[in-house]
Nanobody
Framework: QVQVVESGGGLVQAGGSLRLSCTVSGLTFDDYAMGWFRQAPGKEREGVSC????????AYAESVKGRFTISRDNAKNTLFLQMNSLKPEDTAMYFC?????????????????????WGQGTQVTVSS
């Protein structure tokens, strides 16, 4: 059984930082690309970032480029999202995603249809 557990969310002031973590069990972690999505109240879920199985290729939403950094530790089956210079519009539930493939592309990484497993989400709230 695949388990995907996020942590690290919380309440932070604008301009602050948070680091999200996602620990995976029940599958071979480095067989898959990984990503982060987010969903704000009343909005659709959107792709934030993805990282290839080896960790050497990434993609980001334009809204977070230069502020967020995705990384992974395959030895520890863990995915990370370092979020700096947070803005109130970053407020959302953040979900860890395991893709169905080993790589990810800026052209399709934000499609939920290519995600095989989801975490339960961790709330990020940025106050102004």
């Amino acid at each position: 059984q695949v388990q995907v557990v996020e942590s690290g969310g919380g309440l932070v002031q604008a301009g602050g930082s948070l680091r999200l973590s996602c620990t995976v069990s029940g599958l071979t972690f480095d067989d898959y690309a990984m990503g982060w999505f987010r969903q704000a109240p009343g909005k659709e879920r959107e792709g934030v970032s993805c990282i290839r199985w080896f960790g050497d290729s990434t993609a980001y939403a334009e809204s977070v480029k230069g502020r967020f950094t995705i990384s992974r530790d395959n030895a520890k089956n863990t995915l990370f999202l370092q979020m700096n210079s947070l803005k109130p519009e970053d407020t959302a539930m953040y979900f860890c995603a395991i893709y169905n493939v080993r790589y990810c592309s800026p052209s399709w990484y934000s499609r939920s249809s290519v995600v095989g497993h989801w975490g339960q989400g961790t709330q990020v709230t940025v106050s102004s």
